[in-house]
C-alpha cells in the first residue's frame, strides 16, 4: 500500500492512481461476480498481454484492492477475489455501469 505521502491531494486523483488504467477497471468489474483464476481473466479481457495482467494484479494486491489465494495442490490453483477496499468500489464500477447503458441509449433512439 501506499503511504499517505506518496498519494495527491486530490481524492479523485487518489481513486485513478489506484483504479484509472483500462485494465484495472475491467479487472475489477470481473471481480464484482465472483473470485477468477489467472487464466480465466485472461481470456475473458480481450487484448490484454500476460504482462499487463500481472503488473496490473500485483498493483492492485499492494494497494490492497484485491486478495491473492494460493491453494496447496499439484498443480497449484491461485484465486484472486475483491478485499473489502475493492467491494467498497462497488457503487464506483456501478454508476459507470449506469452512465455507459444511458450513453449509449442515446444513439437506439
Known sequence: MKTKAELPDCPVATTVSLIGSKWK???LRNLLVRPWRFNE???S???ISQKVL???LRSMEE???ITRTV???VPPRVE???SDLGESMRPIIKSMEEFGTGYKEQ???
Open 25 to 27: 477497471l475491467l479487472i
Open 41 to 43: 481473466l485472461r481470456k
Open 45 to 47: 479481457l480481450d487484448g
Open 54 to 56: 500481472t503488473d496490473s
Open 63 to 65: 494497494d490492497g484492492i
Open 71 to 73: 491453494y496447496p495442490e
Open 80 to 82: 484472486y477475489a475483491l
Open 107 to 109: 444513439f437506439e433512439k
